[in-house]
């Protein structure tokens, strides 16, 4: 060493736990780059590891100030403010930009403690410092990468929210502050409730064993009353406790990642899909409806006509083939009978082609049928033309799914039926009320539909005969076949139900349908 500080190795005072000669072999050994100067930062020592930090030997750096380790850009009120603290005889911590001897420049973290003596003057400034370039590396990499994902999920068009094991928001974005002004405090755990009323123990289960689960839709109701739907796919992920407790013992905390898309638009264009599908499949029933009754009633009709000439050609046959006294068999009458036979023949073949001309309906695999959603829809469907018409209407659906066993084509044509009867019926009133009144009810085991209208009503004699096929109140000029009614009932009658007009209502005419609930779903 070439130079030592100022005060010589004291001898071990008798009392002193410690001889004096350890205490400078410590400070020598020290891993923390160490040194000693005098009041106005000259250099008096210097350690090993200030030599390893630094480059200087010791002999190189004493007498010099400590200021030939400034790289030059540390800001002057850094320094001021180091002064200021250590002369208050405080401490000082803080980092300072240096350079080494081979010009190379380092961060030091510098821990500056002034050395007072007995007569409370500071007389030494001892100086430790160590390199924390590649620690603060290392921090600002993770600062930077935290604030490019925080830019990231920020920019993301999806909702993102962070939380921790008791639903605690930890972190969100922008997207995610929208839907709190949507949706009110807190949306992540209005949508968590929602997604385990709806998925139940499959939910509580992943959830419990941190299990992820992929882009789950879910239904809320926003504060404004509006059904807002939401694709919710939820991911954890664990985590180090960084505590010092857990730095021997490390304890694992899960988070939960909600990301949430609106995709109630999406949802609305469906539902839009799906509505247009069903009127497209309506009318082309309609149609089919319409042909299957066109022929039917020429059928009907040709068959009355052709029944009297069979009757007439049986009783002409039998005349002609019995001998009278008088005259013998008639040749001529004979021929004619047998012409008249011949057409007759031909007639009802005819009559066949015709039938089996009329288009069967389409049968489809029976499956479970909402009630309250084939009512709903054809309500939606028929919106336009019952609120063109001044048509209020009251629609009461069930509480619960009103599931019946059918055939939802067939289910959706007799209770569009119903309610064009009861539109029709409430059009052909002049003045008074104008309304209808839809309730689907589910009873014990079966469930239960009215269709109610303002309109004339059914008189009491009439109420078995509107069911039979080509009755009908209206003149033909309407264009009236009277099949509707005989069709609803057939339709009832395959899903095992009951259709009548209820002879208890007298305020218009009240359609009663029940239909057997799926078998388990019983009701009450
Ligand atoms: P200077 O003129 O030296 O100082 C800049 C400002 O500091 C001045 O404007 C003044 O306000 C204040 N100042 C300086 N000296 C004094 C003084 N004696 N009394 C009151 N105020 C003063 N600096 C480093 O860059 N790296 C180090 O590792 C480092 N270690 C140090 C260790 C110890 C024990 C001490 C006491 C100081 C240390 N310093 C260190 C500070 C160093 O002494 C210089 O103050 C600093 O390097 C700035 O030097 P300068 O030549 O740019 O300006």
């Given amino acids: 060493m070439a130079k030592q500080p100022a005060a010589q190795n004291p001898p071990a005072e008798s009392g002193d736990a410690l001889p004096s000669h350890l205490f400078r072999q410590a400070v020598e050994q020290a891993a923390l780059a160490i040194?000693?100067?005098?009041?106005?930062?000259?250099?008096?020592?210097?350690?090993?590891?200030?030599?390893?930090?630094t480059g200087y030997g010791q002999d190189e750096i004493v007498g010099h100030n400590e200021s030939i380790l400034s790289y030059r850009v540390t800001p002057t009120l850094v320094y001021e403010t180091l002064w200021a603290q250590i002369q208050r005889q405080r401490p000082w911590n803080g980092l300072l930009v240096n350079k080494r001897k081979d010009g190379t420049r380092y961060l030091a973290d510098v821990t500056i403690t002034p050395v007072v003596n007995d007569a409370g003057l500071t007389t030494h400034y001892l100086g430790m410092h160590r390199d924390v370039t590649e620690v603060h590396r290392l921090e600002r990499q993770v600062q930077n990468q935290k604030t490019l994902i925080e830019s990231v999920v920020d920019a993301a068009q999806v909702a993102i929210v962070l939380l921790d094991e008791q639903e605690r928001v930890l972190l969100d974005n922008q997207e995610y502050k929208k839907l709190i002004g949507d949706l009110g405090k807190e949306p992540a755990v209005k949508l968590l409730a929602a997604l385990r009323t709806q998925m139940g123990a499959a939910f509580t289960n992943a959830y419990e064993h941190h299990r992820n689960l992929a882009a789950r839709e879910v239904c809320i109701a926003s504060p404004n009353n509006t059904t807002r739907w939401f694709s919710c796919a939820v991911s954890w992920f664990e985590e180090h406790d960084v505590g010092a407790d857990a730095f021997y013992e490390p304890l694992r905390r899960h988070y939960l990642l909600l990301t949430i898309q609106d995709i109630s638009e999406l949802k609305r264009q469906q539902e839009e899909l799906r509505i247009n599908g069903l009127r497209a499949l309506l009318s082309e029933q309609e149609r089919i409806q319409g042909v299957r009754e066109t022929l039917a009633g020429a059928v009907y009709q040709l068959e009355g006509p052709l029944n009297m000439l069979s009757a007439?050609?049986?009783?002409?046959?039998?005349?002609?083939?019995?001998?009278?006294s008088s005259s013998g068999t008639d040749g001529v009458g004979?021929?004619?009978?047998?012409?008249?036979?011949?057409?007759?023949?031909?007639?009802?073949?005819?009559?066949?082609?015709?039938?089996?001309?009329?288009?069967?309906?389409?049968?489809?695999?029976?499956?479970?049928?909402?009630?309250?959603?084939?009512?709903?829809?054809?309500?939606?469907?028929?919106?336009?033309?019952?609120?063109?018409?001044?048509?209020?209407?009251?629609?009461?659906?069930?509480?619960?799914?009103?599931?019946?066993?059918?055939?939802?084509?067939?289910?959706?044509n007799l209770f569009k039926q119903l309610l064009s009867n009861a539109i029709e019926a409430v059009n052909e009133q002049r003045g008074g009320r104008r309304e209808l009144r839809i309730a689907c009810t589910p009873c014990a085991d079966y469930i239960e539909v009215f269709v109610e209208d303002s309109g004339p009503g059914i008189a009491e004699e009439l109420r078995y005969k509107v069911f039979q096929p080509f009755f009908t109140t209206k003149g033909a000029a309407q264009h009236h076949l009277g099949l509707g009614l005989a069709m609803a009932q057939e339709v009832v009658s395959q899903h095992g139900g009951t259709i009548d007009v209820d002879p208890g209502y007298h305020?218009?005419?009240?359609?009663?349908?029940?239909?057997?609930?799926?078998?388990?779903?019983?009701?009450?």
């Fill in 35 to 53: 040194s000693i100067t005098d009041a106005r930062a000259n250099i008096l020592y210097s350690n090993a590891a200030f030599q390893r930090t």
């Fill in 312 to 324: 007439v050609a049986h009783m002409l046959e039998r005349r002609l083939t019995t001998p009278t």
């Fill in 334 to 412: 004979l021929l004619s009978a047998s012409a008249l036979e011949e057409a007759i023949q031909k007639s009802r073949e005819a009559l066949e082609a015709l039938r089996a001309c009329i288009p069967i309906q389409s049968r489809k695999e029976m499956q479970a049928v909402d009630l309250n959603e084939v009512l709903s829809d054809l309500l939606k469907l028929t919106t336009a033309s019952l609120l063109g018409a001044g048509i209020v209407v009251e629609w009461l659906p069930s509480d619960k799914p009103a599931l019946v066993f059918g055939h939802p084509a067939q289910l959706s």
């Fill in 507 to 524: 305020h218009g005419c009240r359609v009663r349908v029940q239909l057997p609930c799926l078998r388990g779903t019983s009701h009450v």
